[in-house]
């Protein structure tokens, strides 16, 4: 398992298509797989990788709380599709790069702090879920997406915006340009999201990080449902 050499353009190649259905390396939730790859990369990924890119700005988001993430942080030959080596910064499959010749306890510290972490996380989803359930609020948002100029690649953008993905989000199944002038088309898009999940400030972060597509987007419309 790997993903090759993720400090060259192929091996993020890779990793964009690794991620083209996925939000995370490993499981449902941010974790030390996700922190163990982010690490391996020099910085963030060109924007016509848009799955790898929409991952990393989220993960990158974490950085402040990386070491309370769950999970135990491995050699990277233990992530990413079989029958791809990794082979960044040379060490490839010899998870002996890995030990401490130090003999520090930090790491170790720091993984017992993460499972108890992790285990706290899974009782309060567990004591959440053996609630009642409650009335959910959402609102549907419909976004201006606006373009640099009239020789931006309006499907690009549209693709890449797709591919955020957050809990309480879903993107509407249609979408139109609308023109602006100059030849030029914003995209209108809508989405419906759980309030107490989603905010408009993070979508538009999010959205705007695709810098190559993206000039601005506006809130076009809110509604409560």
Known sequence: MGFGDLKSPTGLKVLNDFLADKS????YVPSQADVAVF??????PSADLCHALR????????????????????????????GV???????????????D????????????????????RVAAYNAKKSKKPTLIAKSSIL????????????AKMEECVRTIQMDGLVWAVASKLVPV???????????VVEDDKVGTDQLE??????????QSVDVAAFNKI
């Not at 080596?85 to 030990?99: L, Y």
């Open 24 to 27: 995370y390396i490993e499981g």
């Open 39 to 44: 690490d391996a990369i020099s910085g963030a």
């Open 55 to 82: 991952w990393y700005n989220h993960i990158k988001s974490f950085q402040k709380v990386k070491t309370s993430l769950p999970g135990l942080k491995k050699a990277l030959g233990h992530y990413g599709p079989a």
């Open 85 to 99: 080596e990794d082979t960044t910064g040379g060490a490839a499959d010899d998870d002996d790069d890995d030990i």
């Open 101 to 120: 010749l130090f003999g520090s306890d930090e790491e170790e510290e720091e993984s017992e702090e993460a499972k108890r972490i992790a285990e706290e």
């Open 143 to 154: 976004l201006d997406v606006k373009p640099w100029d009239d020789e931006t690649d309006m």
């Open 181 to 191: 002038g100059y030849g030029i088309r914003k995209l209108q898009i809508g989405c």
């Open 205 to 214: 972060e999010a959205i705007t990080a695709f810098e190559d597509y993206v």
